[in-house]
């Protein structure tokens, strides 16, 4: 298991941005495919964008277009997921997993080694 951790959560307020990582310490990073997913309260947990091997990233989710961004360091083996502008509803637990296919699939039930997430809250 790649024993995936995400960072970087927390309180902030609309228009703000955050930067969420996503690490493993056990195996490279950059042989895998990694999407970040969110949770609001009451949903369900939908795709954003994921990365693929190639370093292409894709989006997934059209209320996150234009504001958030997945880029990755492989030298750190570390995905990030940059949020501009965020808004009260961006408000959920963010979470990364690794896709199966290098090239990201869109089917969320495939993707494996969640990590726990982080909170993040937008609120004025």
């Known amino acids: 298991q790649l024993q995936l951790v995400e960072s970087g959560g927390g309180l902030v307020q609309p228009g703000e941005s955050l930067r969420l990582s996503c690490a493993a310490s056990r195996f490279r990073l950059d042989y895998y495919a990694i999407g970040w997913f969110r949770q609001a309260p009451g949903k369900e947990r939908e795709g954003l964008l994921c990365?693929?091997?190639?370093?292409?990233?894709?989006l997934y989710a059209n209320s996150v277009k234009g504001r958030f961004t997945i880029s990755r360091d492989n030298a750190k083996n570390t995905v990030y997921l940059q949020m501009n502008s965020v808004t009260v509803e961006d408000t959920g637990v963010y979470y990364c997993a690794a896709s199966p296919n290098p090239s990201c699939t869109s089917n969320w039930s495939q993707y494996v080694d969640w990590g726990r997430g982080t909170q993040v809250t937008v609120s004025s």
């Open positions: 990365i693929r091997t190639t370093g292409v990233g894709l």
